[in-house]
Nanobody, 128 residues
Framework: QVQLVESGGGLVQAGGSLRLSCSVSGTRTFSSYGMGWFRQAPGKEREFVGGISGSGGNTRYAESMKARFTISRDNTKDTVYLQMNSLKPEDTAVYYC????????????????????WGQGTQVTVSL
């Protein structure tokens, strides 16, 4: 059973940076999975941040985040990363990573229902 565990969240001042990690276990074929990052702020719906293909060769971002956020993966470590720069208070949210079998769609998907497995989330709080 595939399991995802996020880490790296915390409290950061506006303008700062954080790198979140998502460690994947329970599979011998991590590169078969497309990976996505979502976030959910208090009182708001969960939203797509970005995703990465199984090989790592393709990425896709929500338009409002593409200038500041970068997704990468290390298939030798079964880990995907979310580098967040120039953080703003409105980036405060619980950040989740999620996985799906990339061959099902052959592209990076941005809808929650298309993802099969989710992590428990990590809190990111950006203060003024």
């Amino acid at each position: 059973q595939v399991q995802l565990v996020e880490s790296g969240g915390g409290l950061v001042q506006a303008g700062g940076s954080l790198r979140l990690s998502c460690s994947v276990s329970g599979t011998r074929t991590f590169s078969s999975y497309g990976m996505g990052w979502f976030r959910q702020a208090p009182g708001k719906e969960r939203e797509f941040v970005g995703g990465i293909s199984g090989s790592g060769g393709n990425t896709r971002y929500a338009e409002s985040m593409k200038a500041r956020f970068t997704i990468s993966r290390d298939n030798t470590k079964d880990t995907v990363y979310l580098q967040m720069n120039s953080l703003k208070p409105e980036d405060t949210a619980v950040y989740y990573c999620a996985a799906y079998l990339y061959r099902r769609y052959g592209l990076i998907v941005d809808t929650q229902d298309e993802y099969d497995t989710w992590g428990q989330g990590t809190q990111v709080t950006v203060s003024l």
